[in-house]
């Protein structure tokens, strides 16, 4: 629905500002927008790519501990990055401030310092705290590769640089596509980052079209051309993943029973360095930044403000999450028991909500909800002389929706990879013993499914509770979620105030990435 609505607003909603959007904002924004999301590739495949690569194939000082820290990053969401990096490297922040004392400078005219305000900031915030996706998806293609393929290698004279060149990196072509597919889908869906730095995205200019110059037609044009772009990173998503299965079945050889490379000399500690910068710059720097404010304003704990928010934000993401682990469940189920088209056609659409940025979502989301209260409200005043207001759109309903949209694929993903560890044979088992499908449903299914379920619904709890581009767009008046009050106090240049609740999310976030640590060394040792 808020795909249709969205092609319908922008077919129906007249022509007046397309011109102005055509010559003043789609080609600037478009610019803009590819220029961020090829520097922020670039990056988050160089730094996920290589920092994977040492931890799976050479052995170093730390790499076991460095292994689980390069996850951390994805613990900070992109807005949270942005305000604690452009504190940090201010005037007024410790990089600038040592510089002025190191070199006895007194102004800012004294010295040339780079801006984080810029397009190059916003693409080192972003890839940051986005190339976990690279180093865990590189990471376990690599491990799965071995050393069979390295060691016939370098039977034939290559040296390590060069098998990881030539043969380990073309092997691990398809997950790398994978974790850059989700990368380039995450840029895209930010909108505190780049506005708090200043460059307007495709993304942002939806927001600002909408919201800042009143025109829902031309924010929802530029929101079909959005939708243009998500499309095509899902294609190439699906095919890299093809590709990965295929990829995935030629491997041979396991990590338990592969050597590393032990790296010796100067070596060694290059690349415990290597691995160590990444979390430093993507998840210490925010944190002690943040951190750092939180702890010099302890009492806002117990600000009402802040209570309520923090009690928005568990309504909707629990909403979220108990709706979105239901859909999920149906939809995995109902591929395990009965393949068809139809079936496959309604798991390909729940993923295409994920790859959808949240402002999408929202113009979306609202209108048709929006039209439907004011039908609802019509109809019970003409007839039974009561008013209903705007009974969704005009809560928390409208928030939930577009979450679930969103994270549904999350959970879809989790649930069905969890009926994929589960035999048909036992639902055969419990039909030979008399059980109905639904018997067997609810007595054998659900309770071996329990760990799994469990996962899904945390997983998207968490990611609805950092939501920050369709919650701003489709919040109620006097509504705040934890993101919300953060990008609130941030937009009025109090970034010190916005340390607890900043570090109320990051805490949160950080219970997904240590379940994917813990069983990343189990699988992987």
């Known amino acids: 629905m808020p795909a ?3 092609v319908v607003i922008a077919a129906t909603g007249g022509t007046d500002n397309w011109p102005h959007l055509l010559s003043n904002v789609i080609p600037r924004a478009t610019l803009r927008t590819f220029t961020l999301l090829a520097g922020v590739a670039t990056i988050a495949a160089v730094v996920g790519v290589v920092t994977a690569w040492l931890v799976a194939s050479c052995e170093f000082p730390g790499r076991r501990i460095l292994s689980g820290l390069l996850v951390l990053p994805l613990a900070i969401p992109a807005y949270l990055g942005a305000y604690a990096f452009a504190e940090f490297f201010s005037f007024t922040g410790p990089i600038q401030s040592a510089y002025r004392a190191l070199f006895g400078f007194q102004t ?6 780079p801006e984080v305000r810029t397009t190059g900031g916003a693409m080192l915030v972003l890839s940051s705290v986005l190339y976990p996706y690279v180093y865990l998806s590189a990471r376990s293609m690599f491990l799965m590769q071995g050393r069979a ?23 691990a072509r398809p997950a790398i596509m994978v974790g850059l597919t989700l990368v380039a889908m995450e840029t895209l869906n930010d909108i505190g980052a780049v506005e708090y730095l200043g460059v307007q995205t495709l993304t942002f200019s939806i927001f600002d079209t909408w919201l800042n110059r009143g025109s829902l037609a031309g924010a929802a044009q530029i929101a079909c051309i959005m939708l243009v772009f998500v499309v095509c990173l899902m294609m190439v998503e699906r095919a890299a993943r093809r590709r990965q299965r295929f990829a995935s079945q030629k491997t041979t050889a396991a990590v338990h029973d592969s050597v590393r490379l032990r790296l010796a000399g100067w070596k060694r500690w290059a690349a415990s360095l290597t691995c160590l910068l990444p979390p430093v710059i993507g998840f210490a720097i925010p944190v002690f930044v943040l951190g750092g404010y939180a702890l010099r304003r302890v009492e806002q704990f117990a600000s009402p403000r802040l209570l309520s928010a923090l009690w928005h934000s568990v309504l909707v993401s629990g909403s979220t999450a108990i709706i979105a682990v239901l859909l999920a469940f149906l939809l995995a189920y109902a591929a395990r028991t009965t393949r068809s088209r139809l079936n496959a056609a309604a ?14 979502l929202a113009i979306g989301v609202l209108i048709p909800l929006a039209n439907f209260d004011n039908a609802l409200d019509a109809f019970l005043r003409a007839n039974f002389g009561i008013s209903t207001g705007l009974l969704l759109s005009g809560t928390g309903f409208a928030i939930i929706y577009a979450c679930t949209v969103r994270f549904l694929t999350m959970a879809e993903g989790t649930i069905d990879a969890g009926f994929h560890k589960l035999s048909p044979h036992l639902d055969m088992a419990a039909r030979t013993l008399g059980r109905t499908s639904s018997q067997t449903l609810w007595s054998v299914l659900v309770p071996m499914m329990r760990p799994a379920t469990l996962t899904a619904a945390l997983l998207v709890f968490i990611e609805s509770m950092k939501e920050l581009s369709a919650t701003i767009m489709l919040r109620p008046f006097n509504f705040n979620t934890l993101a919300t009050l953060v990008y609130e106090d941030a937009s009025r240049a109090k970034v010190e105030d916005a340390g607890v609740p900043a570090m109320i999310i990051v805490a949160v976030g950080l219970i997904p990435v240590f379940l994917v640590s813990r069983s990343l060394d189990k699988a992987n040792g």
């Open 4 to 6: 249709i609505a969205i």
């Open 108 to 113: 800012s005219r004294d010295y040339w310092f």
């Open 149 to 171: 393929a390295a060691d016939v290698a370098r039977t034939l004279g290559a040296g390590p640089l060069k098998v990881f060149a030539r043969i380990q990196i073309p092997m």
């Open 347 to 360: 798991g390909r659409f729940a993923s295409f909500g994920y790859g959808v940025p949240g402002t999408v």
